[in-house]
């Protein structure tokens, strides 16, 4: 890495995530992703600090690292390896780094880019995706993959990028275990690292999301009775981990009941619509509260 304290790598990587969090509202009507740009300017910067990729990463040709490409790609590990050493860890800070050029990247609607870097980011952790620093950016870059590619209604390819996140996840809660490394984390210092509990969260937020788009993919696949089943996982996930906007939740909850009373399960269909009516009454008093709050700001 060049002659850079660390600490000011670390500032430009906390910045760049300022700026990516930045409402496109709030940016000039004419440049509406301004933000993003100077995001992405920042990210780039710490990337060419950080030096070039390990050799053996960065030099595999790119047609290993999709879909179709075999159990070394979008398979389960065989075993769960720790990123040892700086070569390694410097890998995975890179990778850290690809995953947020890459989400920049489809968030400005250039897709073909946003792609080539979350592949990178998969390319660079392939050893690495089981373990505990890693399994989290794995299972969000190929989720994000999930959802480029039914953008593109490629639905196949989103299905199996979604459906590998899955059995990451399944893979990890039964060889290991605790909840793993955010990978914000990586640009943190040590008094800064989350707590347990907090990646807890964070990660179960990733798995919830994965399923609420394997819904849709099993939606779009007319698997109705597999994508039912993942958009009742989906909501129970939320309500348990309370995260959920109560609008939306309650729409998913009763277009679910409608798939309850077209397959004559009239008990599911009333729960799913009681359920609907009691999250949607939150609505008002959710208001009221960001209302006080904002006046008292």
Known sequence: MA?????????????????????????????????KYSARALLEEVKALLGPAPEDEDERPEAEDGPGAGDHALGLPAEVVE??????????R?????????????????????????????RLLRRYRLSHDCISLCIQAQNNLGILWSEREEIETAQAYLESSEALYNQYMKEVGSPPLDPTERFLPEEEKLTEQERSKRFEKVYTHNLYYLAQVYQHLEMFEKAAHYCHSTLKRQLEHNAYHPIEWAINAATLSQFYINKLCFMEARHCLSAANVIFGQTGKISATEDRQHRRA
């Open 94 to 122: 890179l990778a850290v780094i690809e995953f947020h050029l890459g989400v920049n990247h489809i968030d400005t609607e250039e897709l073909s880019a946003g792609e080539e870097h979350l592949v990178k980011c998969l």
């Open 3 to 35: 002659n850079v304290p660390w600490a000011e790598v670390c500032e430009k990587f906390q910045a760049a995530l300022a700026l990516s969090r930045v409402e496109l509202h709030k940016n000039p009507e004419k440049e509406p992703y301004k933000s």
């Open 83 to 92: 990123p040892e050493g700086p070569v390694a860890q410097r890998a995975v």
